[in-house]
Nanobody
Framework: VQLVESGGGLVQPGGSLRLSCAASGFAFSSYRMSWYRQAPGKERELVARITSAGDSTNYADSVKGRFTIFRDNAKNTVYLQMNSLKVEDTAVYYC????????WGKGTLVTVSS
């Protein structure tokens, strides 16, 4: 299993970013996918989750209405569209799949700062 995140960077408050997670080594379309984040000095937390078919999603309260998770099973990729970013969204964002055990990517850093 390999998960490779991309799309992080520095953005001003109120801005947008789209993160991507390219997956390989397993039947991507059969698994629920998740995005987590870990801010400095804090525990890793669930941000968003999407079912294998992409027909159901759920979000942390802190990002509801601002973030959207979606997937393209033909491309083995899951995305996180982040709008109206806040300073408190600054974190390393990780892609995750639970396939017998948890698998994680190396993460991509999102910094929201003026």
């Amino acid at each position: 299993v390999q998960l490779v995140e991309s799309g992080g960077g520095l953005v001003q408050p109120g801005g947008s970013l789209r993160l991507s997670c390219a997956a390989s080594g397993f039947a991507f379309s059969s698994y629920r996918m998740s995005w987590y984040r870990q801010a400095p000095g804090k525990e890793r937390e669930l941000v968003a989750r999407i079912t294998s078919a992409g027909d159901s999603t759920n979000y942390a309260d802190s990002v509801k209405g601002r973030f959207t998770i979606f997937r393209d099973n033909a491309k083995n990729t899951v995305y996180l569209q982040m709008n109206s970013l806040k300073v408190e969204d600054t974190a390393v964002y990780y892609c995750n799949v639970l396939r017998y055990v948890d698998y994680w990517g190396k993460g991509t850093l999102v910094t929201v700062s003026s």
